[in-house]
């Protein structure tokens, strides 16, 4: 891209992982320094930020309810 916008992230990728390995990626994207943007639909997915304001979901096949 050639200029940023403020209002919105450069990209936005979904990783799906098995559930049993959710909370490792997560803790692994955060020692890399990221940050935990929500994890208001877990344990179907929590979305992640990097240091660019890009969005990262870790996904799983379980549902939220």
């Not at 994207?29 to 304001?53: F, K, M, N, Q, S």
């Amino acid at each position: 891209m050639d200029a940023l916008a403020a209002e919105r992230n450069r990209i936005h990728i979904d990783v799906w992982v098995p559930p049993g390995q959710a909370q490792a990626r997560i803790a692994a994207a955060i020692a890399a320094g990221g940050h935990l943007v929500t994890d208001e639909y877990a344990p179907a997915w929590w979305t992640l930020e990097d240091a660019e304001g890009n969005l990262a979901d870790v996904a799983t096949t379980m549902s939220r309810d």
